[in-house]
């Protein structure tokens, strides 16, 4: 889904999202994985607090900085802050769908 988000993304916001080629997709796809699965529990254990406050909205903001992270960390890949927070929301959004659709198959 990752890889997905940042294809439409790349289509949607050209001059947010840009990539080179389907392989530096799927790197970014990988690393933001492996990021997703170590670093972002971490994250929002010690942003707890602010999204307790803010009614969950600042998840989208750990989202986005994780996405921008991995965009400047990945090669090829050249994504702005905005870009990154309409990542994180886009990505949200497909997940979610596709929970649904799954959901809905069983």
Same mark, same amino acid.
């Given at each position: ?12 916001? +050209? ?6 080629d389907n392989r ?15 670093? %972002? +529990?971490?994250?929002? &254990?010690?942003?707890? +607090? ?6 969950? &909205? ?13 965009? %400047?960390?990945? @090669?090829?890949?050249?994504? @702005?802050?905005?870009?990154? &927070? ?11 769908? &596709?929970? %649904?659709?799954?959901r809905d198959r %069983?």
């Amino acid at each position: 889904m990752n890889a997905v988000t940042l294809v439409i993304l790349a289509n949607v916001l +050209p001059s947010q999202v840009t990539y080179n080629d389907n392989r530096t997709v799927v790197i970014f796809a990988i690393v933001l994985m492996i990021l997703n699965l170590l670093v %972002r +529990p971490v994250l929002q &254990l010690i942003t707890l +607090p602010l999204t307790c406050l803010t009614l969950g &909205l600042f998840a989208l903001v750990v989202n986005a900085f994780l996405f921008y992270v991995v965009a %400047r960390f990945v @090669s090829g890949i050249s994504m @702005s802050y905005w870009g990154a &927070l309409a990542g994180a929301i886009l990505a949200g959004v497909l997940n979610g769908a &596709l929970s %649904r659709v799954v959901r809905d198959r %069983r």
